[in-house]
C-alpha cells in the first residue's frame, strides 16, 4: 500500500471531506475555460473554472457541487464522482487520489477521463462539410460542427439542457419533422438510452433526463414501459432537412474510449445528390455564422 493510501485510510470523516473540498478547488481553479471548451468572456475573475461551470460539465446541480467544496456531509456516489473527474480533466494519479479521499471504489480504475479536447474539436472543424458531433452514453450533444448544428434542427438556438437526441426526437417538431422514421428512431433510441444506463442507475443526470421525458412526452412513456433494449450500431438514414431537402446519409459511431461512453458521430453522404446537398446546408451555415466553426456544449 503506498503512503498516499494510508494516510487517505488514516483519515477521520471529517479530514477526509475538508481533504478533498480543497483538492477539488485546486483542480477546478488551475483549469482555463478554454481548456474545457467555454468561452473565457469579459468579466471573468475566478482563476479557473467556476463552480457552476464543473457542475455544468459534470450534470450535477451546482448546489450539490458547492456543498461538496465546502467540505459538508453529503453523499457522494462513485457515479458522480467519475463525472466529476472528467470535467476536472483528472489524470490517473489524481483520478485515483480524488477517489481515496471520497472513500469510494472507482468505477473505472485506470482509465482515462474523455473530455472534448481542443484537437477534438479540431477533428470536429476538418470533418466539414460532413456533419460530426461527439455525444456522451447518456446522449447529449458535447460538441458539433456548423453543419451538425443545422442537420436536424438548429442546434445553436436551443438551450444547452435541450442539446440531447432523446429530448429533441420526443419533444422538438423542428427535429421530429427531419426524421423521416421517426416512429422506428423514437423506439430505437429509448431502448439504447436504456442499455445505456444500466452501469449509470444512481447517476442524478441520468435519472433527471428520464424524468423530465417521463413528465414531457406520453410517447416516450409508453415506449421506457416496455424495457426495451437496442445496441449502438449505425446505420443508413434519410433526414429531410427544412433547407436542403432529403439526404440520404451513413450514421457511423466511433467510440472515444474503451467503453460504450463518449463517442464520435458522423453522418457521410452515400450518394451525389446528397454529397451536394450537405455542401449547400454548410455554405448556408458559413453564411449564418461569422463565430468559431465548432460549438461547444459542456
Known sequence: MSIMSVETTAMGPDVRRHELAAFLRSRRERISPEQVGLPRGRRRRTPGLRREEVAQLSAVGVTWYTWLEQARPIQVSPQVLDAVAGALLLDPTERTHLFALAGQADPHPETLCPTVTPALRHLLDQLEPVPAAVQNSRY???????????????????????????????????????????????????????????????????????????????????IWARHDVVDQSGRTKLIRNAQVGLLRLEHTNLWLGPTAGPRLVTYVPVDAATRAGIERLHALALAEHSAPPIRTVV
Open 140 to 222: 447529449d450533444f458535447l460538441a458539433y460542427n456548423r453543419t451538425f448544428g443545422r442537420l436536424f434542427c438548429d442546434l445553436d438556438a436551443l438551450p444547452r439542457e435541450d442539446r440531447n437526441s432523446l429530448w429533441l426526437a420526443f419533444t422538438d417538431d423542428d427535429f421530429r419533422s427531419a426524421v423521416t422514421d421517426l416512429p422506428e428512431v423514437l423506439l430505437a433510441l429509448a431502448g439504447k438510452l436504456r442499455a445505456s444506463m444500466a452501469e449509470h442507475l444512481a447517476e442524478p443526470a441520468w435519472k433527471a433526463l428520464v424524468d423530465r421525458l417521463l413528465a414531457a412526452s406520453p410517447e416516450f412513456r409508453e
